[in-house]
Structure formats: structure tokens, C-alpha cells
């Protein structure tokens, strides 16, 4: 979806680095989120944003940290990036809240050596 | 926690057969999501149920969403190549916006 774009789309990393992964969108859309999908664990929520400046953790997320400091943007930070990092990440924005559809972007693949 | 069951995890049909997953949470839903990933693609949304024993129809899929509102399921008739990819349903508790919990999804192969 054009009004959705990660990046980057692919990172290779060492451990022990901090990693920044960002979320833009063009849609004024209130809430987004970040999810990693893991093979046999499906769609795992990290963190997620209700406005500006307003942010709250999900179920996994220990190791990570996000802000939003504009509408538009979602920043997802490993602050030192593990092995267990590894993953595909997807950011996901919608105007009304978890009651409604998500539009997903095109994910960032990570990869931690 | 809360936890969406979806079965099966994969399944392999010839190209015209029928297809259905199947999504069973322990406690009520607000309502459930339904999701397809292409692959190497991203979640793409497909619908959403919120009334108890809903049925909705998009073509050759249908959705269902349980009296009891604790489970789900879609069916595709007669599956084409174009269906391939993972389908995912999403329930939703209500609450907090960390309350959308997604399946682990059925991954479906056609064989043409």
C-alpha cells in the first residue's frame, strides 16, 4: 500500500549493534504498530503508538524501544541487536483502533550475525 | 495470555478443490480479522466480523464467525493458483489496543 513504506527493506547487523528500523506513513492515521512474524509464531505485537509522543508495549517487547515524534513516523530501536532479532519486521497503521483492519507495510528483513 | 488457534497449519489442495482454516479462542471475541499473505508479501486485511453467527462473502470465500463469538473460519471454493499464500485470522479482546492476537496462520499450497 503506497500510504504505508519501511526502511530499509533488508539490514544485516552485528551483535551488540543498535538498530533503527522506520515506519512513514501518509495517511494522518492515528495508531500504528510494529510486529515481528516468525516462522511458527506468526504475527507477534512489539510496541505500539496512539498518538503522538503516546506509546505502549506488547507481548514481546523486551529489547526493543519506539517513538513517535510525528504522526507520520514509528521508529522501532533494538538498542543492541541479539541473534534472537532475527526476524521480519512489519509496521501497521490504522485510524480507528485494533477494532479495525490494519493495512501492513512491506516489512524490513533483519538479520543479526 | 490470550491465544487465537488456527488449523490446519498447512494445506496442500489440487487446483478446484475447497479450502477451509479454522480460528478457536478459549474466551469471547470482540470480533475477528481475516488476513492473507502472498509470499514474501505482507499481511494484506480481507474482513471483518463482529456479530455473533455472521457469514460474509467475498466471491469464492466465506467467512464465519461463531454463535459463541470464540471461533472463526474461512472457506474458499474451488481453490485457483491465485489463493496461494498464508491466511491469517486476528481476534480481538477489546480493551487496550494490544488486544488484537493473530493466529499463526494456514499456509495454502494449489497444486494446478
Known amino acids: 500500500d503506497a500510504g504505508i513504506t519501511q526502511s530499509p527493506r533488508h539490514k544485516v547487523t552485528e551483535t551488540g549493534t543498535p538498530v533503527t528500523l522506520r515506519c512513514h506513513q501518509t495517511?494522518?492515521?492515528?495508531?500504528m504498530y510494529w510486529y515481528r512474524q516468525d516462522p511458527g509464531h506468526g504475527l507477534r505485537l512489539i510496541h505500539y503508538?496512539?498518538?503522538?509522543?503516546?506509546?505502549d508495549k506488547g507481548e514481546v517487547s523486551d529489547g526493543y524501544s519506539v517513538s513517535r515524534s510525528k504522526t507520520e513516523d514509528f521508529l522501532l530501536t533494538l538498542e543492541s541487536a541479539t541473534s534472537s532479532q532475527t526476524s521480519v519486521y512489519f509496521c501497521a497503521i490504522n485510524q480507528l483502533g485494533s477494532a479495525y483492519g490494519y493495512t501492513f507495510g512491506s516489512g524490513t528483513r533483519l538479520t543479526v550475525v | 495470555g490470550q491465544q487465537v488457534m488456527q488449523i490446519p497449519q498447512y494445506q496442500h489442495v489440487q487446483e478446484g478443490e475447497d479450502f477451509t482454516t479454522y480460528c478457536n479462542s478459549s474466551?469471547?471475541?470482540?470480533?475477528i480479522q481475516w488476513y492473507k499473505q502472498r509470499p514474501g508479501g505482507h499481511p494484506v486485511f480481507l474482513i471483518q466480523?463482529?456479530?455473533?453467527?455472521e457469514v460474509k462473502k467475498q466471491k469464492r470465500l466465506t467467512f464465519q464467525f461463531g454463535e459463541a463469538k470464540k471461533n472463526s473460519s474461512l472457506h474458499i471454493t474451488a481453490t485457483q493458483t491465485t489463493d496461494v499464500g498464508t491466511y491469517f485470522c486476528?481476534?480481538?479482546?477489546?480493551?487496550?489496543?494490544?488486544?488484537?492476537?493473530f493466529g499463526k496462520g494456514t499456509k495454502l499450497s494449489v497444486k494446478p
Open positions: 503508538s496512539y498518538g503522538v509522543k503516546d506509546t
Open positions: 495517511e494522518n492515521h492515528r495508531y
Open positions: 466480523l463482529v456479530k455473533s453467527g
Open positions: 474466551t469471547t471475541l470482540s470480533n
Open positions: 486476528a481476534g480481538n479482546y477489546g480493551g487496550s489496543q494490544g488486544n488484537l492476537i
